[in-house]
């Protein structure tokens, strides 16, 4: 595989991470009631939810321009992965519907595999 195989591999990944994370963003904060529940209760004891949820909203739209910068992206990588393991860890009874995050933070660790050795 020749070098700009490997750099439009690595583009198309950071480009569907940045999107996932981009779209959860844009959603949860337009429609902040769709997305609450996937937050972890016990954290409403520390801060209110909707304040909770709209700042991990802004920093999924954060992380998801840091990846389409492909700036440092071996760090926005292994960021993505744990942001997407802890919501899957977090929402154990909700694998109906965060199954997808697995393969995500899947895709965001080869994206971190492939920005080591490059």
Known sequence: MNVNTIKRIKFILRAALAFVFSYAAISALAVPDA????????LGSFVHLDKLLTVFGVGELVLALW??????????????FFALAGIVLANLAAMF??????GLAVAALALFEAERYS
Do not use: E, N, Q
């Open 67 to 80: 990846l389409l910068s492909g700036k440092w992206s071996k760090w926005a990588a292994l960021f993505a």
């Open 97 to 102: 519907v965060t199954f997808r995050d697995i």
């Open 35 to 42: 997305w609450i529940g996937y937050l972890p209760h016990f």
